[in-house]
């Protein structure tokens, strides 16, 4: 019941405009630069080197909510375009993960898809690749869209589908090939559209996870859940899947030893890197997420 409460807070917080924008003067506050790597780029190309160093791979995803002029898209496209830039100059191992939306998506699509080229275009220049996020069910379909159209232009770039909807197991049947990262899903969505059972979800992962894999396309599987994590390494094993046809991908901050313990173990290891002043709305949701992230946020305000 308190953990249902405290989410709902939490989720209002990460959705309301006036809060998000007071605390951009802020700076990170209560703990959050447990989870985000620092209001600008210079700090998360730190902390690129500072994994790197560990063995585990980044991928960096500026970030920003609330888009709704075109100036604001446009401004989030050269952060993005500079993101890569950055991480070509200090030649560390990180690609990108952007949102749509931030592009500029519910204003034009049109709009949307030149700011993704614009992107993509960088991204190939630097020899790197971009991963769209998938946003709530909303978003979806257009989302499937632009990524099968701009995969007629572009080999790097690839998009997240996401196991709790009810369509995943046809979608990933369709972007057989297409470099996919698989997750259980974030949003809360629908009866109509998600399976709203822990255990549905669960199986329906293993299942896309496995499909993907066995199609033989390559698979990021971003999860913290070692029971997960460890049915996929059994799996890979008993199908004979080479380790190079896929990754674990984890968020930042989180299951640090884990994602240690996985490259020791010689996997190829991701850490999904949030950076920005426009942190506190994945703040907000990593804690309505998770009740225990909350001692984050108390450590973080008894220190600061
Ligand atoms: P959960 O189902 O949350 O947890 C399962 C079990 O794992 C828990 O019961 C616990 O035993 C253990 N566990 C989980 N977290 C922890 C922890 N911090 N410490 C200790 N034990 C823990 N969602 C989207 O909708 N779109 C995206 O584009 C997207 N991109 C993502 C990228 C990355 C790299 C990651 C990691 C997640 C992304 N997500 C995205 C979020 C994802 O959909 C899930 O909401 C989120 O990862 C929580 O689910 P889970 O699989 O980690 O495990």
Redesign the pocket.
């Given at each position: 019941m308190l953990a249902k409460v405290s989410k709902n807070i939490f989720l209002y917080a990460s959705q309301n405009k006036a809060l998000n924008t007071v605390a951009k003067k802020w700076g990170l506050k209560f703990g959050a630069s447990q989870v985000v790597a620092g209001v600008n780029i210079e700090s998360a190309i730190n902390q690129v080197q500072r994994l790197n160093e560990k063995g585990l791979l980044c991928?960096l995803d500026h970030l920003g909510e609330f888009v709704s002029s075109r100036e604001d898209a446009l401004e989030a496209t050269v952060c993005n375009t500079r993101t890569l830039e950055a991480i070509a100059k200090a030649g560390v191992n990180s690609n990108l993960?952007v949102?749509m939306t931030q592009l500029g998506l519910d204003i034009d699509r049109d709009f949307c898809v030149q700011n993704m080229h614009r992107i993509l275009d960088t991204a190939k220049y630097h020899n790197n690749f971009v991963?769209?996020?998938?946003?709530?069910y909303s978003h979806c379909q257009i989302t499937l869209d632009i990524l099968k159209e701009l995969r007629e232009t572009y080999t790097n770039v690839g998009?997240?589908i996401?196991?709790?909807l009810f369509r995943a197991e046809q979608d990933v049947k369709e972007l057989k090939g297409i470099p996919l990262?698989l997750?259980?899903?974030?949003?809360k969505e629908s009866s109509k559209v998600a399976y709203q059972e822990?255990e549905k979800?669960?199986e329906n992962?293993m299942r896309i996870i496995e499909e993907h894999l066995l199609s033989g396309s390559y698979t990021?599987i971003?999860?913290?859940?070692?029971?997960?994590i460890s049915k996929v390494k059994d799996f890979v094993q008993k199908n004979e899947i080479n380790r190079d046809q896929f990754e674990f991908?984890?968020?930042y901050g989180?299951?640090t030893e884990?994602q240690v313990s996985l490259v020791q173990e010689g996997y190829k290891t991701?850490?999904?890197i949030p950076f920005g002043d426009d942190w506190f709305g994945y703040f907000m949701r990593r804690l309505a997420?998770?009740p225990?992230?909350i001692s984050f946020a108390l450590r973080g305000f008894f220190l600061k």
């Open positions: 991928t993960s949102k991963r769209i996020d998938m946003e709530d998009t997240v996401q196991a709790y990262r997750v259980k899903g974030a949003y822990k979800v669960d992962y990021a971003a999860t913290h859940d070692h029971h997960i991908q984890m968020l989180f299951r884990m991701r850490v999904y997420e998770r225990q992230n």
